[in-house]
Nanobody, 125 residues
Framework: QLQLVESGGGSVQPGGSLKLTCSVS????????IGWFRQAPGTEREGVSC????????RYADSVKGRFTIGRDDAKKMVYLQMNNLKPEDTAVYYC??????????????????WGQGTQVTVSS
């Protein structure tokens, strides 16, 4: 059974950086699509970025393009989200999620079947 564990959250000042890690264990035969999502209090969970299961094709929400970078280390079974130039509006609980798909990875929560427990990111001066 696939399990995901996030780490790397914390508090940072505006303009700072954080690197989130999603550790994947118990994976099925195929490496899944992995997505990063976030949810601020009182808001819907939104897709931030995803990386395809086979290729290194990636997608980003417009709000994070040019600031966030997703990457994967197959040997370590980890997916990373490097977050630079953080803004107060990036404050949220960040989740990684997974699903087995055959087309480009999705930024929609409904496609994802496995979720991590989340890690808090706070951007404040």
């Amino acid at each position: 059974q696939l399990q995901l564990v996030e780490s790397g959250g914390g508090s940072v000042q505006p303009g700072g950086s954080l690197k989130l890690t999603c550790s994947v264990s118990g994976q099925p035969l195929d490496w899944p699509h992995i997505g990063w999502f976030r949810q601020a209090p009182g808001t819907e969970r939104e897709g931030v970025s995803c990386i395809m299961r086979v290729s290194d094709s990636t997608r980003y929400a417009d709000s994070v393009k040019g600031r966030f970078t997703i990457g994967r280390d197959d040997a370590k079974k980890m997916v990373y989200l490097q977050m630079n130039n953080l803004k107060p509006e990036d404050t949220a609980v960040y989740y990684c999620a997974a699903y087995i798909g055959s087309t480009a990875c999705s930024l929609l929560t409904r496609h994802y079947t496995t979720w991590g427990q989340g890690t808090q990111v706070t951007v404040s001066s």
